[in-house]
């Protein structure tokens, strides 16, 4: 691949920005007000200023872990019969009544806070499956690798935005007014969901729900199959190595977390730089020709990190660790649209995915635990960078990123001949 065919697909991205732009803006509004509710507001405003218990934070959070997880196949098949234009107004209206309803029971109530953030998990897994539904019907193939990683950026802006503007607010503002924040963000969310109009590529050919046989059929297709368990094994080597963040730089590397944070920052960086490359390369050479080596090269590069610990080491494979992260990071939600887009079912077989993908985010930390109280951090790298080599090695051997032109042809979906701007005109 010439440098100059890279230069073309990273410019196209450009106008992938202009047609997809509503979505893009959604996620991060979305993400930014979760992160806010969930780790300024709970954890900071509830106890140090209004006197709450500490444990509602916790509580609250793992309600709505459990309320998405239990409800996200289930909301992604809902997303097909009610079309991703109305699946994403229901999502984003439950996330505004969540986080509109925390105001008052933080005051009169803050024990049914936790309930509120149930009533946002299942706000969540219907705003998330009908995002890359939307996506997917709005974009071709040689164009999802580059809307998952320009999607990718804009929740790591939310993520800055998130934590970095809610530490200022909770320096300057009260609750009432800090609240704000959240509650507008979700509600321009909601806006934006009542403005996006409905493009021919989301068609429902199917307006009943289907049967368990027909639902199991589906998702144990062999390259969703294969799929699910890359989604699986990656989400739970990025849990366990979260996990261990901290235990790593303390017992590995014997420095401070200023220290850590030096040392590991280039990594950061040049993960986000390579994303929206990562995605441009995909969709020219295919998401299987970068996701291979992409996660290859972050697994070898753990497993030298749990073994050298001299600083300038550190900071070179670190730093291509992430680099090659980034790289691959776009194409599991762009196989993931790929797959689910060649059925009728596509916010289903979405839902499934991201299913899998909470499993891997609970089982990786639970393995990390148990790795750091019985082997230490060390032992942790061994098993992420495994995790890591293991998911290449799936993507490998199985038949991702190859066509699935008889599961389309059943389903009845019609094909696009041109992509579908996101604010209702073509390209």
């Known amino acids: 691949m010439s440098m100059s065919s890279i230069r073309e697909s990273v410019v196209g991205s450009i106008g992938i920005i202009r047609r997809g732009w509503p979505l893009f803006l959604m996620a991060f509004l979305v993400d930014a007000a979760f992160l806010f509710i969930f780790l300024i507001a709970l954890q900071s405003y509830l106890p140090e200023s209004l006197h709450g218990s500490p444990a509602i934070a916790g ?28 699946a994403l107004i229901a999502g984003t209206g439950l996330l505004l009544i969540a986080d509109a309803s925390m105001l008052p029971l933080a005051h009169v109530a803050p024990w049914l806070i936790v309930g509120a953030a149930a009533v946002e998990g299942f ?49 300057y503002a009260s609750f009432n007014v800090a609240m704000i924040a959240p509650i507008a963000a979700v509600g321009t969310a909601f806006a934006l969901a009542l403005l996006l109009p409905h493009v021919r590529a ?50 590995v590397l014997a420095v401070n977390l200023l220290h850590q944070a030096l040392f590991l920052a280039p990594a950061a960086v040049l993960g986000g730089i390579m994303v929206v490359p990562g995605g441009a390369i995909a969709d020219r050479l295919g998401v299987k020709r970068v996701m291979v080596p992409g996660f290859a090269v972050t697994g070898v590069c753990l497993l030298l990190l749990s073994r050298w610990t001299e600083p300038a080491f550190v900071i070179g494979v670190a730093g291509v660790a992430g680099a090659a992260f980034g790289l691959a990071v776009p194409t599991i939600a762009a196989t993931m649209m790929s797959l689910a887009g060649s059925t009728g079912n596509r916010g289903g077989v979405i839902g499934w995915f991201m299913t899998m993908d909470g499993f891997g985010h609970a089982a990786g930390p639970a393995l990390a635990g148990v790795l750091l109280a019985v082997l230490g951090a060390r032992s942790v790298l061994v098993a992420t960078g495994a995790l890591f080599v293991a998911v290449a090695y799936i993507a490998l051997t199985s038949r991702l990123g190859e066509e699935m032109h008889a599961e389309a042809a059943e389903s009845g979906m019609a094909v696009k001949t041109r992509p579908e701007s996101a604010v209702g005109g073509q390209s």
């Open 59 to 86: 509580w609250a959070l793992a309600a709505f872990g459990l309320a998405k997880l239990l409800t996200q196949i289930g909301s992604g098949f809902v997303t097909d019969r009610l079309g991703t234009r109305l």
């Open 123 to 171: 706000g969540s897994s219907m705003t998330w499956p009908a995002v890359y539904a939307a996506g997917d019907a709005r974009f071709e193939k040689g164009e999802k690798a580059r809307f998952t990683a320009i999607l990718t950026l804009a929740t790591g802006a939310a993520l800055i935005a998130g934590l970095a503007g809610g530490t200022v607010i909770n320096a």
């Open 202 to 251: 989301e068609a429902r050919p199917q307006q009943s729900m289907p049967r368990p046989g027909e639902i199991r059929a589906i998702i144990a297709h062999p390259q969703r199959a294969a799929f699910a368990a890359v989604v699986l094994t990656e989400a739970a080597a990025l849990g366990a190595l979260t996990a261990a963040f901290r235990a790593y730089g303390r017992d």
